[in-house]
């Protein structure tokens, strides 16, 4: 197997590639110990958790029925209605789905903010095992594909 070692990762390459054909920065090895390997995975493992933990994050959930998008712009608007339904108990808004506009009242947008709230630590929760995971040395690839809300 042939490897293109990065500072901060590797990548497997195909055997026959070249020098020419790397990217800056990246050096061609053909012999690379399996504790290199292991060590090298474990210094990466952190930045394809938290990609993974982001992608989970903001993938939306279903509330009630409703979908519900959990992007970072979503969940702030989401808490901002949720601060308004606090002030006024009988605060009503149109909340945009995919399937078009519905009208949320305080409680339900309640529900809303904690069910995403809830999706959001859920993912955050699920990076922090999988990091003491790499931690421990327990950490596997197929492990950053599992547990996720």
Known sequence: ?????????????PD???PSQLSPGETLV??????ILASMSSARAPQLIAARRFTAE???????????????????LITGAR????????????????EGFIQLNAETVRAVANAVRAH????FDREAALLTMVEDG???EAALDE???
């Open 30 to 35: 053909t012999e690379i110990s399996d504790e």
């Open 120 to 123: 959001v630590q859920a993912c």
């Open 147 to 149: 547990g996720w809300p």
């Open 58 to 76: 903001t993938a939306g959930i279903t509330v009630g029925g409703m979908a519900i998008d959990t992007g970072r712009d979503s969940q702030a």
């Open 83 to 98: 601060l308004a339904g606090m002030d006024d108990p009988s605060y009503v808004c149109n909340w945009k789905t995919p």
């Open 138 to 140: 327990s950490y596997t």
């Open 1 to 13: 197997m042939t490897y293109a070692i990065t500072a901060t990762g590797w990548r497997a390459v």
């Open 16 to 18: 026959d590639m070249r």
